[in-house]
């Protein structure tokens, strides 16, 4: 087997969920800008973030994300050296209000624990993808 590792730039790095890839300083800095969100930005009782989030993969993900883009907004704003650029206004229509929209919406189970006591994920069924669906005469790349 061929190694896919070049020895100038190194190995590739490899796509992985943000919660699996996190670390315990990740998710202290991502718990302590969610509870800035959930506490200090006045959200109405429609885009509450409950407090149990950390239990939710997919609410995980997208407050990963929304973290993301957010620190990338304040750093571009800071480096124009100017206060509320468009793209700083426009963060909360682009990114703000559709996350909150989406993990606050019955897509997610936390959506039931606003209305009742949390509400753990359903257990996911463990089967993979039937690969024998896959159109005829497809081939795959090797190494």
């Not at 087997?1 to 800095?29: F, I």
Request: proline content about 8%; overall charge neutral.
């Amino acid at each position: 087997m061929r190694s896919r590792c070049d020895p100038e730039y190194g190995c590739p790095l490899l796509p992985a969920w943000w919660s699996t890839r996190a670390d315990g300083d990740n998710w202290d800095e991502l718990a302590g800008w969610v509870d800035t969100l959930r506490l200090s930005t006045s959200l109405n009782d429609k885009h509450v973030v409950a407090e149990c989030w950390p239990a939710h993969r997919g609410v995980v993900e997208e407050l990963a994300a929304l973290h993301t883009a957010w620190k990338q907004t304040v750093i571009t704003d800071a480096q124009t050296r100017k206060a509320g650029t468009a793209a700083y206004t426009a963060r909360f229509e682009r990114w703000l209000w559709p996350c909150l929209e989406r993990i606050t919406s019955p897509r997610y189970t936390m959506a039931d624990c606003l209305r009742r006591a949390h509400r753990p994920d359903p257990v996911p069924i463990d089967l993979p993808t039937d690969r024998s669906l896959f159109p005829p005469g497809l081939t795959r790349r090797r190494d």
